[in-house]
């Protein structure tokens, strides 16, 4: 840790960081960087601590001194604004964030997202403390040329479906499509933050990740979760084939997504943190371009690879079609296609993600094996004998 330098050589001075969120998958994982590789504090706030909780006990660890956990629900906590105080940035995580909410609980995901937001926006702009934000790739919608006929070799050009964060529109569905609360919540409070920086000097930077993936991401039914809840996709894959049952494909898995390695996308946020005269007034995509694959094809990849690292042969039929309204509810809309420009990033903080999908997926599944795989068996014998 001694000696650590900036991108600009000069030196890293400790600071203390307010982490709003820190209970959560990007969370526990910056909690972790942040611990083993910097002298900084952490101020960790969430209503969870399950994710943390090898970094917070025994208090013999070597960090004990540098991480405080806070359990606070930020909707209604007057603790916040002291935090935020004491720290030197805030970074702001907590929100309600998987996709199935977002069309059955609207009025959830639209306070999470945007109105319990504002407070943070607000204690950092009055107190003149940086913010780093995390938004959404979900902010551009649908790419243009979702709305090209079928066969149009503008389909092709990269010019109508590659997402800048300082060209592309956002493309949202109609009101009805209440998949689009979040997208459209995250847009806003990101406006707003923009806007405290022009009016009122915020020093702020906004992230935008594209479906970060890795060990600890969100939860799996029945063993450390709901067993009607729906996770994001990772979780979803990885319950059934941890129960060996299909893969649900919503609306024939067409969709397409680029994922990134969580501990990828955890080195592009420490380079902001530790670099504020290169982060401060921007909005980076965080994602990796290389490794896009259809939801289809994440299945089948997953498939292979949960066989290769459990020992366990595939099921004889590995995926089934559902449509959305079986599998969300009314209101569900998607993404078609998400691939992150990587200019700004590149240029400002000279960062590139390493990992490909293979390596991710198995690094991935081997941990989700290792945890859950037991626990599974065991909660499905129950079932049987009951
Ligand atoms: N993981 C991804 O790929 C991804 C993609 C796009 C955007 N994001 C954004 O990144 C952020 C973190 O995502 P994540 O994947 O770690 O999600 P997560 O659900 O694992 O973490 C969010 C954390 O915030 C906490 N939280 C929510 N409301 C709170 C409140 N009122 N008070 C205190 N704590 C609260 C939750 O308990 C949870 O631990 C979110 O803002 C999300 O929208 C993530
Ligand atoms: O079991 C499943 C789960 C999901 N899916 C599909 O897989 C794709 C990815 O689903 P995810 O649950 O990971 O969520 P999305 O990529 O649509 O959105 C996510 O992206 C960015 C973040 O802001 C959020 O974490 C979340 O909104 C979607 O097309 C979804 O319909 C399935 O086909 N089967």
């Not at 950092?124 to 040329?145: A, D, Q």
């Not at 000097?201 to 009607?228: A, H, K």
């Not at 979803?236 to 501990?263: A, H, M, W």
Request: hydrophobic share 35%.
């Amino acid at each position: 840790m001694a000696g650590r330098v900036d991108l600009d050589g000069n030196p890293i001075k400790p600071i203390t960081i307010c982490m709003i969120g820190a209970g959560g998958f990007i969370g526990s994982h910056l909690c972790e960087k942040l611990m083993s590789e910097t002298p900084h504090k952490v101020l960790a706030v969430d209503v969870y601590s399950d994710k943390i909780k090898h970094l917070l006990e025994p208090a013999t660890l070597p960090w004990a001194d540098r991480i405080q956990f806070h359990r606070i629900n930020i909707k209604n906590d007057s603790r916040l604004e002291g935090l935020i105080k004491m720290a030197d940035l805030t970074i702001n995580l907590a929100a309600i964030c998987t996709p199935a909410d977002y069309n059955t609980r609207p009025l959830d995901t639209i306070y999470s997202n945007f109105i319990d937001a504002l407070p943070v926006v607000k204690y950092c702009s009055e107190n003149g403390k940086r913010l780093i934000h995390f938004s959404t790739c979900e902010v551009y919608g649908k790419t243009i040329g979702a709305f090209l006929p079928k066969d149009s070799p503008l389909r092709q050009d990269p010019a109508y479906y590659v997402l800048k964060e300082d060209t592309s529109p956002c493309i949202f569905g109609s009101i009805e499509k209440q998949r689009w609360s979040y997208a459209c919540a995250k847009q806003l409070i990101e406006r707003l933050v923009y806007a405290e920086g022009a009016e009122n000097g915020l020093e702020f930077t906004i992230v935008r990740p594209f479906n970060w993936i890795g060990p600890r991401m969100d939860f799996i039914p029945g063993i450390d979760g709901p067993s009607e809840g729906v996770p994001r996709v990772l979780a979803c894959f990885s319950n059934n084939l941890l129960r060996r049952e299909p893969l649900k494909l919503v609306d024939g898995g067409e969709s397409q997504r680029t994922f990134i390695y969580i501990k990828d996308a955890i080195e592009a946020v420490l380079l902001m943190i530790e670099n504020p005269a290169r982060a401060n007034g921007h909005i980076f995509n965080v994602g990796n371009p290389n490794n896009e694959v259809t939801v289809r094809q994440l299945a089948e990849m997953m498939t292979q690879v949960y066989s290769k690292v459990s020992g366990e042969s595939s099921i004889e039929t590995p995926t089934i079609d559902v449509s959305s309204k079986e599998f969300y509810g009314e209101g569900y809309d998607d993404s078609d296609k998400r691939i992150p420009d990587m200019t700004i990033i590149n240029r400002q903080l000279g960062w590139n993600p390493k990992t490909s999908l293979w390596d991710l997926l198995e690094s991935t599944l081997t941990y989700q094996h290792r945890t859950y795989a037991e626990a599974v068996k065991q909660a499905m014998s129950k079932t049987t004998a009951n």
